[in-house]
């Protein structure tokens, strides 16, 4: 990349940033649930259409892909996401949402964006702007995916099913962002696992119900369950080498309904989190192994269920891609840019290169006002003190945080595209 490439689409920035901030602040006030998405998917379609990019719309519900040929060169594919929670907003800010919606099951739910997917969306349109108005500075194809449902784990998944890799060939990199609960104006990342994969798991086991009276007569599920539980905390301790992280926790245990009646069923809630596919196949591996021997070992009529729901893939940067964006990262934002460790959230992102057959990067921008960022840090209180993303007090700070996001965009985008 050039700094003079850089700088001349930068140039553009003071222009577009109050059409920014207008466009994040409507998006606030009226987020769509994951699957429902089709005003925001409108927005993002229309607005690249209006800066030249041809536009696919309707991938995988409301997924929208923009294409910008400018010229010989590498394609690089930018993506954000575009749903919002079943959250109450209580931020107090003059454009929260008061919005409610219809939830899978037929609910009324509140809606916020309470992980900042908005500023996502603003971020991108932003930085599409930015290089489709200087075209002289750049060659190459620009690919900007706006995505539906990442809260789900299926947005990315239902896109790549819904034939994404007809309309989009030869993709040379995938590059995505997520606001954090860091100081705003740092942006930064790393190689190799940055988000945890994530499993969420539902078993039952069979017993035999009977009066409570006569336990002889009964298997009992509950007393099974318990082993099961207190057994699977060995997973971690024992199975999972200490260098390793990984979570595993029993989150919903059910079985039962009356003190005297040994009920025939009980059920769990796993979720599992690792940070390699090595991990992730040993726990599986661990809970089928564990819990198969103790419905044995208590005389189950019946063989145990598994069902997996939920699951989130690894994301886990390509080293020479993570060293090119990090190296443009370091040009442009100076000591605002560095190195920021793992987070055991999740992020299904990397299903769209992995189905491409893309390397990615993904990286983070601070969204909290870093002078309260840094009284809190002064008072050891970060934990306590800042909001982080899915609270209903989730609230980046309008700038520097849409500055830093579109600028990171344009500045990984360059690191290709800018010759
Ligand atoms: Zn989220
Ligand atoms: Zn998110």
Redesign the pocket.
């Known amino acids: 990349m050039s700094a003079t490439s850089t700088s001349t689409v930068m140039a553009g920035l003071d222009d577009i940033r109050g059409a920014q901030e207008d466009l994040y602040r409507g998006l606030h006030a009226s987020p769509e649930l994951s699957h429902q998405e089709h005003r925001t998917a409108a927005v993002a379609a229309e607005r690249l259409r209006a800066i030249g990019f041809v536009v696919h719309t309707g991938i995988g519900g409301d997924g929208v892909v923009g294409v910008l040929v400018n010229g010989e060169g590498p394609t690089v594919l930018m993506r954000a996401d575009m749903d919002a ?1 079943p959250v109450r907003e209580q931020t107090g800010l003059t454009y929260a949402s008061t919005v409610t919606g219809t939830d899978a099951d037929g609910n009324e739910v509140p809606v916020m964006h ?2 900042g ?1 908005d500023v996502h969306v603003t971020c991108l349109l932003g930085a599409a702007q930015l290089l489709a108005g200087s075209p002289d500075a750049w060659q190459g194809t620009l690919v900007t995916l706006f995505q539906p449902a ?2 789900t784990g299926d947005g990315a998944r239902g896109m790549v099913e819904d034939d994404l890799a007809t309309i989009l060939s030869g993709v040379d990199v995938a590059l995505a962002q997520h606001v954090m609960p860091f100081p705003a104006g740092r942006v930064g990342t790393r190689p190799g696992p940055v988000l945890a994969a994530a499993d969420s798991m539902r078993i039952t086991v069979h017993g035999r119900g009977a009066h409570g009276s006569m336990p002889q007569a009964a298997v009992d599920p509950v007393v099974l369950a318990a082993t099961i539980v207190v057994r699977l905390q060995t997973v971690v301790a024992r199975e999972v080498p200490p260098v390793e992280t990984a979570v595993l926790t029993v989150g919903s245990i059910q079985a039962g309904t009356k003190s005297n009646v040994i009920p025939d069923v009980a059920r769990l809630q796993l979720n599992l989190r690792s940070y390699s596919d090595v991990t992730r196949s040993l726990m599986l591996e661990a809970i089928h192994r564990i819990v198969t021997a103790e419905c044995q070992a208590s005389g189950s009529p019946r063989d145990p269920e598994f069902e997996l729901f939920d699951q989130f893939p690894l994301t886990d940067n390509d080293t020479s891609t993570t060293e090119r964006v990090t190296a443009a990262f370091a040009d442009f934002f100076g000591d605002r840019a560095g190195d920021i460790p793992p987070q055991s ?1 999740s992020e299904d992102f990397s299903d769209i290169p992995h189905a491409l057959g893309a390397p990615y990067t993904y990286w983070f921008v601070g969204g909290v006002d870093p002078d309260a960022y840094h009284q809190a840090e002064l008072a050891g209180r970060v934990a306590q003190d800042i909001p982080v ?2 609270s209903a007090v989730f609230a980046p700070v309008v700038q520097p945080t849409l500055d830093t996001g579109t600028e990171a965009l344009v500045v990984a985008a360059l690191a290709w595209l800018g010759g």
């Open positions: 929670l309470a992980c997917h990442e809260e959230a993303n899915h």
